[in-house]
């Protein structure tokens, strides 16, 4: 079947732009092609700097016909009504409709037959109005054309089964012809070429120097990097974000080896993996015992004469230029000690409405040396320390070139100044992790002031009102929510928490207009959540009521969700962990995480299963007497009033979990907890098959709606079951 061919021709598309652009285009044509009833068996998009391409196979030469029903007035309707509808169905006589029974009358009803028109027609008015709303993030207008495109458009490939298809596009100053031309590398091969199917379009654009898949342009340049190392006897540094950012660069890559001036090997390795990465795009490489090579790769869009010579020539005295200026802010951040920068940090504003950075550092100082207290191996004085330092190289000329060495180079500054090893590697590593593939640090010392350096924003921000809201979070918020979450799983730290989240809101003052505002709405809340009324809460302290309302009602829930996420690649069940923190007062992750495992064990076993059926049971019978009863039924079981032998076993049995459960959970042995529980299997069982819960004795029918609401509260010492779904 036949094909259609798009090519969107134009200047330098921004490598970032790229691969979402080709899939909008496919997205967008493909879906209005099934619109028009148009069906195909394979569509791919692909792009270059210069080119957006889709290819679609498998279309019909034209589009199904298609019959149109109108509905129209009732039988007998006035003729005015039947005039009306003959003329909008563009009908002479009712002889040419039907007459139908809609279950309320007789309807006339007018049918007509649609042929479909051609493909490439469909297909150039889709093209039409894909180009006028495509959804670049940014794009421009150029000359007096009203057209926004990303960079300026010049030619149209339209294609459908070999030949071009008839049609313009209006740009609203000028206008672009289809037609079935496309061209060349800008330089080595500009001319125009003629395509007449995909093959031969991709055939022809590889002997024009264009690798039109971006797959094998990025294979291409890992290829050619690759040998040029193995060659010098280096090893390349992986860096696969920069391998797709210049695969959106070349059209026909050239990968070239240059060489860095010994001099700039004494800078600090990241500071020239920074540069050469961020400013020129170039792969660092590595020596064979791991340390930076005076050598770099670039990537070249051009074939040239001497061989890239001239080139490699040119990025060297470019990077020589931009390595000057890092070598000279590595030289004069040193003239200063990193501690005497502190009280620069006063002169940075974190946020309007949560002060400076010198501000916000004192209250992680404070807080770190809180946290202290739950590291193991974190000393106090050092942790503070650190907190102290940690944002100080935020006022260096090398991180205010270079934003991305934050932290790394408060590193090095540190280490000059004589601080000990463990306070310069905390400053450095505080920032992590960036990302969920990021290493998160172990080092006592790191781990406090990264805690509370995250904790701290949390509070701040969610004290203010500034919460992520859908998938807006400008704050990373949730990332650092995820952050605290992995430094205390990962380091098995036994943290509370609710507390460090309270120590945090302590170190925060209220003296802004817009946070007092934001204070009192929250306290207000509390206040309806609570009891239900609108009272005034004159008598109840302002702090507390809203520090109540932010970390019970908003910032823990906030952080449960994020524990869920990530936790679900591990495969723990989300709902697990909903019914454990609904316990309330459970804020030690590890033992709440150790929880979690047990109860899904015991879940995937038989008696587990069983028994959470059983507790539904006993749960929705117990809910629906009280709500009939107006009552609740917690009071403890009357012994005396037990007359059958399954209630008593189950009685008994109960008396004997409840001890072992609550001694398995006071050692925090979960395991043994669910083993225990485990035993109720039988006598519920037992219980529900030979025992009638609602009794014409209203005592005794009272004495078992207690009897199964103690089987809810045993098993709810665990988790809230009612949470559990499945």
């Known amino acids: 079947m036949p094909e259609l061919l798009l090519e969107l021709f134009s200047e330098e598309i921004p490598a970032c732009m790229q691969t979402r652009a080709a899939e909008d285009l496919k997205r967008i044509v493909c879906d209005k092609l099934k619109e028009q009833g148009l069906e195909f068996s394979r569509a791919d998009a692909h792009a270059t700097p210069r080119r957006l391409a889709l290819v679609i196979d498998g279309l019909p030469e034209k589009q199904p016909d298609q019959t149109i029903e109108k509905k129209g007035p009732r039988v007998g309707a006035p003729e005015k009504a039947i005039e009306g509808f003959l003329k909008s169905a563009g009908l002479t006589s009712l002889d040419q409709c039907e007459k139908r029974d809609d279950g309320k009358g007789e309807v006339w009803f007018a049918s007509k037959t649609v042929a479909g028109r051609a493909t490439g027609a469909v297909a150039a008015e889709i093209l039409s109005g894909a180009i006028a709303g495509f959804p670049w993030p940014k794009s421009m207008r150029f000359a007096s054309d009203r057209l926004l495109w990303v960079r300026p458009l010049h030619s149209i490939l339209a294609l459908f089964d070999g030949k071009a298809i008839a049609g313009e596009i209006d740009r609203g100053g000028s206008v672009v012809t289809l037609g079935n031309m496309t061209h060349g590398h800008r330089y080595l091969a500009p001319a125009s070429m003629a395509v007449t199917s995909f093959d031969d379009y991709r055939?022809?654009?590889?002997?024009?120097?264009?690798?039109?898949?971006?797959?094998?342009r990025r294979a291409s340049i890992l290829d050619q990097a690759q040998r040029l190392a193995k060659e010098a006897g280096l090893t390349l540094v992986e860096d696969a974000a920069l391998a797709d950012e210049v695969t959106g660069l070349v059209e026909w890559p050239i990968v070239l080896m240059g060489t860095i001036d010994e001099r700039f090997m004494a800078l600090p390795p990241e500071v020239l993996t920074t540069t050469m990465r961020t400013n020129q795009k170039y792969f660092a490489l590595n020596t064979k015992d791991g340390k930076l090579a005076p050598r770099f790769l670039v990537v070249s869009n051009m074939e040239t004469k001497d061989e890239g010579a001239a080139i490699v020539a040119g990025n060297e005295r470019v990077l020589r230029a931009r390595l000057s200026d890092a070598e000279f802010f590595w030289n004069q951040d040193r003239k200063i000690r990193l501690e005497?920068?502190?009280?620069?940090?006063e002169k940075i504003v974190f946020h309007a409405k949560l002060g400076t950075v010198a501000d916000k550092m004192k209250r992680v100082e404070a807080l770190a040396g809180k946290i202290a207290r739950h590291v193991p191996g974190a000393d106090a004085a050092k942790v503070q320390r650190a907190a102290r330092l940690a944002k100080a190289d935020l006022t260096t000329g090398m991180v205010g070139e270079f934003p991305e060495l934050q932290g790394t180079m408060g590193r090095y500054y540190a280490l000059g100044d004589g601080e000990d090893a463990a306070v310069a590697d905390a400053i450095s590593e505080h920032y992590a992790p960036l990302g969920p593939n990021d290493r998160c640090p172990t080092a006592p010392v790191s781990v406090a002031v990264a805690l509370a350096d995250k904790i701290d924003t949390l509070v701040g921000f969610f004290t203010i009102d500034e919460k992520p809201t859908g998938s807006?979070?400008?704050?990373?918020?949730?990332?650092?929510?995820?952050?605290?979450?992995?430094y205390i799983v990962e380091n098995n730290l036994r943290v509370p928490i609710r507390t460090l989240f309270w120590a945090s809101f302590a170190g925060y003052h209220f003296r802004n207009e817009d946070v007092q505002h934001t204070v009192w709405f929250?306290?207000?809340?509390?206040?309806?959540?609570?009891?239900?009324k609108a009272d005034r809460i004159e008598d109840v302290k302002l702090e507390d009521a809203v520090g109540t309302f932010l970390i019970g009602m908003e910032l823990v829930p906030f952080f449960a969700d994020r524990l869920k996420v990530a936790l679900r690649e591990k495969g723990v069940r989300h709902d697990l962990i909903s019914a454990v923190f609904a316990l309330g007062g459970e804020d030690d992750l590890v033992r709440l995480l150790a929880r979690v495992e047990a109860l899904q064990k015991f879940l995937e076993s038989e008696d587990g299963a069983n028994l959470l059926v059983a507790y539904r049971r006993a749960a929705n019978i117990v809910r629906i007497e009280e709500k009939k009863d107006k009552a609740g039924f917690d009071a403890a079981v009357d012994p005396a009033k037990l007359t059958e032998a399954e209630e008593k076993g189950l009685h008994a049995a109960l008396g004997a979990v409840e001890g072992k459960v609550a001694a398995a959970i006071g050692r925090e042995d979960f395991v043994a907890a669910m083993v225990a529980m485990a035993t109720l299997r039988q006598p519920v069982d037992a219980f529900f098959d030979k025992v009638t819960v609602n009794a014409d004795d209203a005592g005794l029918r009272a004495n078992r709606l207690r009897l199964l609401a103690q089987i809810r509260a045993t098993l709810d010492r665990v988790a809230d079951f009612s949470k559990i779904e499945g």
């Open 203 to 216: 055939t022809q654009l590889l002997g024009a120097k264009v690798i039109l898949d971006p797959a094998e």
């Open 522 to 532: 929250g306290a207000q809340r509390l206040a309806l959540r609570s009891d239900g």
């Open 340 to 345: 005497d920068r502190v009280p620069a940090l």
């Open 472 to 486: 807006k979070d400008p704050f990373a918020l949730r990332r650092a929510a995820l952050g605290v979450i992995r």
